[in-house]
Nanobody, 125 residues
Framework: QVQLAESGGGLVQAGGSLRLSCVATGPPFSSYAMGWFRQAPGKEREFVAGISWSGVNTVYADSAKARFIISRDNTKNTGYLQMNSLKPEDTAVYYC??????????????????WGQGTQVTVSS
């Protein structure tokens, strides 16, 4: 069973950047597709970006396109989300999730069996 831990969140001004990290322990991380989701108070968990086990295939929510970049380094068992041009509406707790990879990356949270504890991202105006 893979275990995940996010880091890299914080308080930034609008227009700034953050890079989130997701460190995996347990089975080889390369066996899993990985995704980033976010959840604001009172709202449902929302898909942000996903990446296949190899890193070749990536998928982004419309809100993340052109601003965020998802990547992974399987030699370090780590996934990343580079966030640029941050906006106040990006404020949320960001979670990384892992799913078994045979059917590829997914946009739906229920397809991800493993989750980290989340890291808070706050963007001030």
């Amino acid at each position: 069973q893979v275990q995940l831990a996010e880091s890299g969140g914080g308080l930034v001004q609008a227009g700034g950047s953050l890079r989130l990290s997701c460190v995996a322990t347990g089975p080889p991380f390369s066996s899993y597709a990985m995704g980033w989701f976010r959840q604001a108070p009172g709202k449902e968990r929302e898909f942000v970006a996903g990446i296949s086990w190899s890193g070749v295939n990536t998928v982004y929510a419309d809100s993340a396109k052109a601003r965020f970049i998802i990547s992974r380094d399987n030699t370090k068992n780590t996934g990343y989300l580079q966030m640029n041009s941050l906006k106040p509406e990006d404020t949320a707790v960001y979670y990384c999730g892992a799913k078994e990879s045979p059917h590829g990356v997914a946009r739906d949270a229920y397809e991800y069996a493993y989750w980290g504890q989340g890291t808070q991202v706050t963007v001030s105006s």
